[in-house]
Structure formats: C-alpha cells, structure tokens
C-alpha cells in the first residue's frame, strides 16, 4: 500500500505545506523579474535578446524536482514489490510521449518570441506601465479560450475583458507621459505596442497548453506537467541562443559588464538573479496549478500587481501619475470580476459532484445486513 494512503492527514499536510512554499515561488517570480530586469536596462544594459534567453535560461533548475519525483515513485514502487502487493512496471523516467514533446517544443519555440517582445517592452518602459499592461493578457487569455478550448463567456468574463481592454486603452491615450529621459516618442510607443502583443500572445499560449493537454490523452500528473515544463523552456532558450548568435551578444558581454553602471560584478549577479528569478515564477505556477487550481495560481499573480507597482515606484522613483491610478482600479475591478466567475463556477460544480454522489448511494432501507433490511 502506498505512504499516502496509510496516512492521509500527513499527505494532506505536505500538500498544504507545498501550495504556501509555491505561492510564495510564484510571488518572488511575479515581482522580482520586472524589476531584475528593469534593473538591467536602467544602469546600461542594452541586450534584449540576451535579457529574453535569462527568462528561461535557467530550466536545469527544473531537473532538480523531476529527479527528486523519479527517486520517490521508484522508492514506493520498490516497497509496493517487496510487500507482494504490486504488479506494476517499474516506473518510467520519461513520462511524456511524442505528441506532448512536440506539442511542448512548440510552445518553447513561442515563448521564446514572447521573451524578446516582453524584453524589448521592458526595456522601454517603466515596471509600473508595462506591468499594467501584461494584466491584460487575461483578456486575450479569455478570447483564446473560447477560440480553442470552447470556452464559456458569462457576464463576469465580459466585464473582465472590457474593464483590462479599457484599462490599457487609458495607459495607450497617456502614452508618453512617463518617458524614460532620453528616450523618443518612437521607441516609447514601439515599447508600449510590444508588450499588448507580448499580453496577447501569452494569453493564446495558456489556452494552447490547455487544449494540448486534452489531445494528449495522458494523465496530468506533477511530474509530466515539470516534464512539460523543461521542453517548453529548452527550446524557447534554443530560440533566443539563435538570436544572441546573430546579434552577436555573447561577444559584447564582457565589455557591457565593465561599462555596467553597478560595477562589473554586479553586472553578473544581476543576470544570475534575473535567470534564477524568472524560473522561480515558471516553476511556482505549474506548482500552485498542481497543488490548488489555475484560479489560484491566477490569484497570487493579481495580488502581486499592486506590489509589484509599489515596488517599482521606490526603487526606480518612477511616476505613478493618474492615469496609472485609473489603469490600475480598472485592471483590479477587472481581475476580481473574472475570479468572482470562476469561484461561482467552483462552487457550482463542486454542488453537482454533491449532489451526484449522494444520489448514487443506495436509500436506507435497501442497506442489509445478514438478511436484514436495516431502518
């Protein structure tokens, strides 16, 4: 018999323990990697394709838990056979098959345009614009939805979409009021119309993953979705290597590190943090996706949005200016509507399962026992 089934409340308990370590993951990801690499680009930095290759570079990060997964199904399922009491197969290294290793590396290959478009934005823009406008990606994540998984619209969604939609129409009518100084008009709107394409194509990417689980026809387990993880990373790191190589990057770094305005070694610390920073956001979603739902990990995101506004106000002196203060009321009241659907949608369902089961089980009077009907 398995550990988690002779003790379900310790199992419960690691759960617990898991989903809080993931949300606070999920948190240092959310904040740290806009301003690790607004950092960058404030004190001289001018590669994108370098700073985009840093969002996923560090995917051997990811070994780490999927080693640590094998050693433990191996471990039960040596204990399983020695007991007697298992007629499995060993378990597999590799739990993916064909079709979600390519669906995956597609996925890679698209990521890896979202970085440089979300790198170059980044580079424009101040943490507080450009992170107003990613919020928008649940908008074009709802319209994808509906496209390729045949999602639902209800009122709530509709009103999500219209407020983020309008949220970013009043940061796009304002544009310019918080140039970075020594930046033209041009670069500042070619950096704004960057990082709406970089919303728009995360938002189709989260719906993409969604219907290539479903064609997959594999169970989604922890360990496949980490599997999942690592390919899609891989090769949207082989994307951007491409483009470092032929903008000749990797040449310029050491005397980008010595013009650096924090020092040279500060230089390679802040790319190691931005790296390592940035995984920590993509592995704190897949873990809080596991461990809760998507609404929760979606949750953590939003909460994470005023602060990391906050955030970059006191370290960057960046303005926050009116406009912002409306983008930022609209984009919440937006987020919580579209989260106000989904918990109605939760409670929903789990009512019907309720209902299901407790018509499933026999009535009273047809329980017997030893020949008896009991009351």
């Known amino acids: 018999m398995a550990e988690d089934e002779v003790n379900p409340n310790n199992t419960a308990l690691c759960r617990k323990i898991l989903l809080v370590l993931n949300c606070i993951i999920l948190s240092i990801g959310t904040t740290g990697g806009p301003l690790v690499m607004r950092l960058y680009f404030i004190h001289g930095g001018e590669r994108v394709w370098l700073l985009s290759w840093l969002e996923t570079a560090a995917w051997p990060i990811i070994m780490a838990p999927l080693a640590i997964s094998y050693t433990y199904r191996r471990r039960r399922w040596a204990a399983a056979t020695a007991k007697g009491g298992s007629t499995w197969p060993p378990p597999r290294r590799v739990l993916m098959k064909p079709f979600l290793f390519v669906a995956s590396a597609v996925v890679g290959v698209l990521t890896g345009v979202d970085n440089y478009l979300y790198a170059y934005g980044n580079a424009r823009l101040p943490v507080s614009t450009s992170s107003l406008i990613i919020a928008s990606q649940l908008a074009f994540t709802a319209g994808f939805a509906f496209l390729l998984v045949k999602q639902r619209f209800t009122s709530y969604s509709i009103n999500s979409v219209f407020l983020l939609t309008l949220a970013a129409v009043v940061l796009a009518l304002h544009a310019g009021s918080d140039r970075p100084e020594g930046e033209s008009d041009r670069d500042y709107m070619l950096g704004f119309v960057m990082t709406v394409v970089a919303a ?147 409670k929903k369902m789990n009512l019907n399962q309720s209902r299901n089961q407790d018509q499933n089980q026999p009535p009273p009077q047809e329980v017997e026992m030893n020949g008896q009907s009991l009351p």
């Not at 390592?276 to 994470?304: D, E, H, R, Y």
């Open 200 to 346: 728009a194509l995360y938002g189709f990417l989260l719906p993409l993953v969604e219907l290539s689980y479903k064609k997959g026809k594999q169970a989604i387990t922890y360990s496949l979705v980490l599997e999942y993880q690592l390919v899609m990373c891989c090769f949207a790191t082989a994307f951007s290597t491409v483009g470092m190589l032929i903008n000749k990057d990797f040449q310029v770094i050491p005397r980008e590190a010595k013009e650096f305005g924090l020092g040279e070694f500060k230089y390679y610390t802040v790319l190691v943090c931005s790296a390592i920073v940035w995984q920590c956001f993509f592995l704190g979603t897949i873990g809080v996706i596991f461990c809760a739902s998507s609404l929760s990990s979606g949750v953590v995101v939003a909460v994470m949005l005023p602060v990391t506004e906050i955030l970059a106000v006191i370290f960057f002196k960046e303005k926050f200016s009116a406009e912002k203060g409306v983008s930022l009321v609209l984009s919440l009241w937006g987020l919580i509507s579209y989260f106000y659907k989904e918990i109605k949608h939760i």
